[in-house]
């Protein structure tokens, strides 16, 4: 590939310090993502710069402008602290017609909300959990044909915030209780969905037409403590002293029926174009006992650090982690119509 001038832009605390080579890997861990992401498009000979955003528009303006990026790549997950406002981003580089990493702000939408998105996918014949919203403010009651246990989530939060064992309540007091403090600790509506006992499956696709889907993932529990059920809390997702306690591994789904893995890979690919995700995303499945696969969430521009699992299953595809940004990079120009 053609070495190109990428601007990064991130959370202006992500932007990496001047001395993380000389860091512990545990010290180094906030910065994982936005590191190895500036380091390997540098390593590759692109010329790169990073871009701390949050509350002012003007210096992405002044960069695209001034610097004039080939591609900006898009790393920011909110704007004034606001997930939702993340989208907006997107919008303006758009509207500034620069070319950008990662999907577009229809699909940034479209998959945000964890009801939108359910109620898309099943008109479109995906499994989804049933589920209820509950907006602040209003008197907790549940739907009849909802039946414990059931699990309770920010409407569209992610990272796990609020997600805790005590997400998962069985009775009408539990959850009720659930709900305040979703509202109260995140600021935004509830949603409940029946919770879905099973495997934790991931999968990842590269692509803006034309799907490639990465080998079906798994995030496995090998030591949960006593009655503890087997789901993606905080505290699995980012605290990697309780994930090496817990035996916590991410690794190819393995002992899956041939005609299991077809069906959650066509899945997959319906999802992604029902929700209008193009470059690069993960799609999260329970599977059933019964193997049914669930959608839980998409996650349009996944986390990429070299070490998760979008990364790991596209280096188990035999892509490499160079190669993998390489064609993020590619697929942010193809769909501005350069050519590449
Ligand atoms: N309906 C469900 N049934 C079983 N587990 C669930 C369900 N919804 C969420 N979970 C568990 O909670 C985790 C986080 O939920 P998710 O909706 O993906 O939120 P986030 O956007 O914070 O990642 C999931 O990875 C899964 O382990
Ligand atoms: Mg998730």
């Known amino acids: 590939m053609t070495p190109l001038r990428i601007l990064i832009l991130a959370h202006p605390d992500l ?12 010290e180094a861990y906030v910065w994982k ?27 992405i303006r002044d960069a695209v402008e001034n610097w004039k990026p080939n591609i900006v790549f898009n790393l920011l997950e909110e704007f004034h602290g606001e997930t939702l406002y993340a989208q907006n981003v997107v919008g303006l580089l758009e509207l500034l017609r620069v070319p950008y990493t990662g999907c577009n702000p229809r699909g940034l939408m479209l998959a945000r909300g964890k009801d939108l998105s359910k109620k898309l996918l099943k008109y479109h014949r995906v499994p989804v959990p049933a589920f209820a919203v509950f907006p602040m403010g209003m008197k907790v009651r549940r739907p009849a044909r909802l039946k414990f246990p059931l699990i309770v989530k920010s409407l569209w939060e992610d990272a796990s915030l609020g997600i805790a064992q005590a997400s998962i309540v069985d009775t009408d007091e539990k959850l009720a209780e659930r709900v305040a403090f979703i509202h109260k600790r995140l600021n935004t509506p509830a ?19 034309r799907l490639q889907v990465l080998p079906v993932w798994e995030l496995s529990f090998s030591n ?28 190819p789904a393995e002992n899956l029926p041939a005609n299991v893995v077809t069906k959650i890979r066509t899945l997959a690919k319906r999802i992604c174009h029902t929700l209008e995700l193009d470059g690069y995303c993960r799609i999260d499945f329970r599977l059933s006992k019964d193997n049914v696969p669930y959608f839980i969430e998409a ?35 193809k769909r501005a119509g350069v050519e590449v």
Not at 15 to 26: F, G, K, Q
Not at 35 to 45: I, N, P
Request: aromatic residues 4%.
């Open 15 to 26: 932007v990496p310090p001047d001395n993380m080579a000389e860091l512990s890997e545990e």
């Open 33 to 59: 993502t936005e590191y190895d992401v500036m380091k390997t498009l540098r390593d590759a000979g692109h010329e790169v710069s990073m871009l701390g955003v949050q509350t002012e528009l003007a210096p």
């Open 191 to 209: 949603i409940a969905e029946e919770f879905i006992e099973g495997r934790e499956i991931y999968v990842g696709c590269l692509g803006n037409d």
């Open 224 to 251: 949960l403590a006593e009655g503890s059920h087997a789901i993606a809390t905080e505290k699995v997702k980012h605290d990697p002293i309780y994930q090496e306690k817990r035996g916590i591994l991410q690794g």
């Open 299 to 333: 996650n349009p521009n996944p986390e990429i650090a070299e070490s998760q699992e979008f990364a790991q299953a596209a280096q188990h595809a035999s892509i490499s982690y160079s190669d993998l940004l390489n064609k993020i990079v590619t697929l942010g120009l």
